[in-house]
């Protein structure tokens, strides 16, 4: 079963990104691509008869010996650190980061050392930034939230990993959505993958209490989603399907109080990823390779009304944030079983594991039966995006950091990410095997939002705000910013050309 889960990890990491493949002039033998599918669920191939357990795919990298090489990887420290086990303990995920850093280090004769540098989150590129200006190249690799990253990426402190050496974003160790969408004409600063398990534990997704589905006969999620009728609007019955009636502490009230049973806990971020699950943008690069303002249309305006009808509801949602109670209230309340949905990110399934109810874990639904596919963002805050900052050493020390980077991914894709993704999520939290291909599916249509990370005229926060403050003036609010957005936008395209020419 573990054999599947691996060949199926790899294969839903290639199958929904032949299109890159096909715009190659030459294709590796260690790089398998089908054909593009408009199922926004394909099936992955069940290869555990044929396929030898031990066969990896070729890193593509040369031998190396860096004669001791002291690899320093910037980490900011409000996001996951990928590289903090110091020595085997027997849990899984530092095991696996321990001996993927091992092998590395050994294989390449190099000594990688992570350095969590303490910063506020979106003023985490400022010591990187000031180690690049004063040419100290005390950083090899860098790991940031949105936030932050995109602010280094202003400030001319990261390289174009395009022409890093021994580095192959076409690769399935790395998410080519990622490198897709966040390519600027020939350029491409951020990248994430295997390398790291923040991104996946970053990544919205919807929970929900079994036993209350099956209390209040519901259909089978699963199939939802496999047959494209997982959406805003059918969600949205479910939701209120909930008895409205349930003051649990009979205190007489039933807004967002904290004691009582409800069809949804909410969490304010999530405002944004629905905002991407529609199909929608807050920002895109288009064709010209330029930072383009895509958040407006009907569409946006009718995606937020359906989301808020349910979520501004307070007989069916409870939105926890707001009244004072605790960040991780909305988990107590869930495992508790005092809501039917829980609207938050991945990386909350750990402090379910002693959940007395059984849970599944669900993607963010499609605006309607008619899109193309799911798509699936992470909060801007806690994303984790790998970078290499600009350093002075020249074509050969890129090529160092690319090889070691390179290889630390695609060990990860054997160590890290079945580490996280078998024994934490699918063993030990996600309950059923519907659950596990359903993290399938969300890793695999993951997308991003550079309008996000940019901040771009404060239409993060700006969407949210409504959200707290039960508004639906969302038409107002963007076109009252638009100008301010637009202005930034430039500010910020005129940089990045100055990184990609300088």
């Known amino acids: 079963m573990k054999l599947r889960r691996i ?12 299109f890159l493949a096909a715009c190659s002039d030459a294709t590796s033998e260690d790089e398998t691509a089908a054909a593009p599918s408009s199922d926004p669920n394909p099936a992955v191939t069940d290869t555990e008869e044929t396929a030898d357990p031990d066969a990896r795919l070729d890193s593509g990298l040369p031998d190396a010996d860096y004669g001791g090489y002291k690899f320093n990887i910037y980490i900011h420290n409000t996001i996951t650190n990928d590289f903090e086990a110091e020595e085997l303990t027997g849990e899984p995920i530092n095991d696996a980061e321990y001996g993927r850093m091992v092998t590395v280090q050994d294989r390449g004769n190099c000594e990688i050392t992570p350095l969590v540098v303490a910063a506020d989150n979106r003023a985490g590129h400022t010591p990187l930034s000031n180690a690049v200006k004063a040419g100290t190249d005390d950083y090899d690799l860098a790991c940031l939230s949105g936030y932050s990253s995109c602010n280094a990426l202003v400030a001319g402190c990261l390289q174009n990993l395009y022409s890093v050496g021994n580095l192959d974003l076409t690769k399935p160790w790395w998410d080519h959505y990622c490198t897709e969408e966040c390519t600027f004409k020939n350029a491409v600063f951020q990248m994430t993958g295997d390398l790291s398990i923040g991104d996946n534990k970053a990544t919205f997704c919807y929970f929900f209490n079994k036993n ?6 519901f259909p089978n999620f699963y199939e939802m989603v ?9 969600f949205r019955e479910y939701a209120e399907a909930v008895d409205t009636n349930l003051d649990y502490n009979n205190n007489g009230n ?9 069809g949804v806990y909410i969490w304010d971020d999530i405002m944004m990823g629905i905002v991407n699950a529609s199909g929608i943008k807050c920002c895109t690069i288009n064709q010209d390779g330029v930072l383009e303002l895509t958040l407006y249309s009907e569409k946006f305006v009718n995606a937020f009304d359906k989301f808020t009808a349910y979520a501004y509801n307070q007989d069916v949602t409870c939105a926890y944030q707001r009244n004072g109670y605790a960040a991780d209230y909305g988990q107590i309340a869930f495992r508790e079983g005092r809501a039917a949905f829980f609207l938050q ?21 499609l605006y309607d039966e008619n899109q193309e596919r799911y798509y ?19 074509d050969e020390g890129f090529a160092r950091a690319g090889w070691i980077t390179e290889a630390l991914a695609y060990e990860s894709l054997y160590t890290l990410t079945p580490a996280y993704y078998e024994q934490t999520l699918q063993n030990k939290v996600s309950r059923d095997e519907e659950s596990a291909r359903m993290l399938d599916l969300i890793f695999a249509t993951r997308t991003y939002d550079f309008g996000w990370y940019f901040e771009i005229g404060g239409y993060n926060e700006g969407i949210m705000n409504l959200l707290r403050a039960y508004s639906t003036d969302v038409a107002s609010m963007v076109q009252r910013n638009e100008k301010i957005a637009n202005k930034l ?12 020419e300088g």
């Open 7 to 18: 060949l199926s990890l790899i294969l839903a990491l290639i199958l929904p990104l032949s």
């Open 212 to 217: 209350m589905a099956e209390m209040y006969n």
């Open 226 to 234: 496999d047959n494209n009728t997982w959406t805003i609007d059918n």
């Open 254 to 262: 039933h807004i967002n109080d904290k004691d009582d049973i409800y």
């Open 345 to 365: 990110n991945i990386g909350a399934a750990t402090s379910f594991r002693d959940m007395e109810d059984d849970f599944g874990i669900l993607p963010l639904p």
């Open 376 to 394: 699936n963002s992470a909060a801007s805050w806690s994303i984790s995006l790998y970078s290499i900052p600009k350093n002075s050493y020249g």
């Open 489 to 500: 936008l430039q500010k910020y395209n005129d940089k990045i050309v100055e990184q990609i």
